[in-house]
Nanobody, 115 residues
């Protein structure tokens, strides 16, 4: 059974940093691309960053230069380092993986950036 568990969210002032982590189980982690999405109140869920099995990365324009996605295949974790946070980064952040033709999601972790 695939499980994704996010951690690391919290309340931070604008300009601050947070590091989110997602622990994956029930899958061959190293063989799969992983993604981070976020959903703000009243808005659609949107892609923040993705990382392929070989380490290729992509980012939403809104976070380029401020966020870094990484993976640790030995620990089955994918991380999102977020710097220079802005109030508009406030959202629930989700880890996701596509397997067997469907998307699996974690429960999310809340990030709140105060101005």
């Amino acid at each position: 059974q695939v499980q994704l568990v996010e951690s690391g969210g919290g309340l931070v002032q604008a300009g601050g940093s947070l590091r989110l982590s997602c622990a994956a189980s029930g899958m061959i982690f190293s063989a799969n691309a992983m993604g981070w999405y976020r959903q703000a109140p009243g808005k659609q869920r949107e892609l923040v960053a993705g990382i392929t099995s070989s380490g290729g990365k992509n980012y939403a324009d809104s976070v380029k230069g401020r966020c870094t996605v990484s993976r640790d295949n030995a620990k089955n974790t994918v991380n999102l380092q977020m710097n220079s946070l802005k109030p508009e980064d406030t959202a629930v952040y989700y880890c996701t993986v596509r397997l067997y033709g469907r998307d699996f999601w974690g429960q999310g972790t809340q990030v709140t950036v105060s101005s």
